[in-house]
């Protein structure tokens, strides 16, 4: 069982930056798949980055490229997600994910993970 926090979302004008963080449980907190997710209104869940704890490999979908960044304090078992140069597009509730993948670091459907955070909402105002 992964126990997973978000917290850091909130409002900003586009343009601006937000970094969400996403504490696991400790005991379990190695060879994780950590992956960001959003869900926009009317839309499906999307990865946008994940990160493998024990390794550090990464993953970022192209929307995302060169404006967010996925990193790790592994001994405070948190991953972040900093996100720069937001846009109206990037407006979601985002969810952190994790699960015991032996490949992290490509991209993967919502379904393939099973444990979630409770999500925390971006809004970014044009």
């Known amino acids: 069982q992964v126990q997973l926090v978000e917290s850091g979302g909130g409002s900003v004008q586009a343009g601006g930056s937000l970094r969400l963080s996403c504490a696991a449980s400790?005991?379990?907190?190695?060879?994780?798949?950590l992956g960001w997710f959003r869900q926009a209104p009317g839309k499906e869940r999307e990865e946008v980055a994940s990160?493998?704890?024990?390794?550090?490999?990464?993953y970022y979908a192209d929307s995302v490229k060169g404006r967010f960044t996925i990193s790790q304090d592994v001994a405070k078992s948190t991953v972040y997600l900093q996100m720069n140069s937001l846009n109206a597009e990037d407006t979601a509730l985002y969810y952190c994910?994790?699960?015991?993948?032996?490949?992290?670091?490509?991209?993967?459907?919502?379904?393939?993970?099973?444990?979630w955070g409770q999500g925390t909402q971006v809004t970014v105002s044009s």
């Open positions: 400790a005991y379990t907190y190695s060879s994780l798949c």
């Open positions: 994910a994790a699960e015991r993948f032996r490949i992290c670091g490509v991209r993967r459907p919502a379904t393939d993970f099973r444990y």
């Open positions: 990160i493998y704890t024990s390794g550090g490999t990464t």
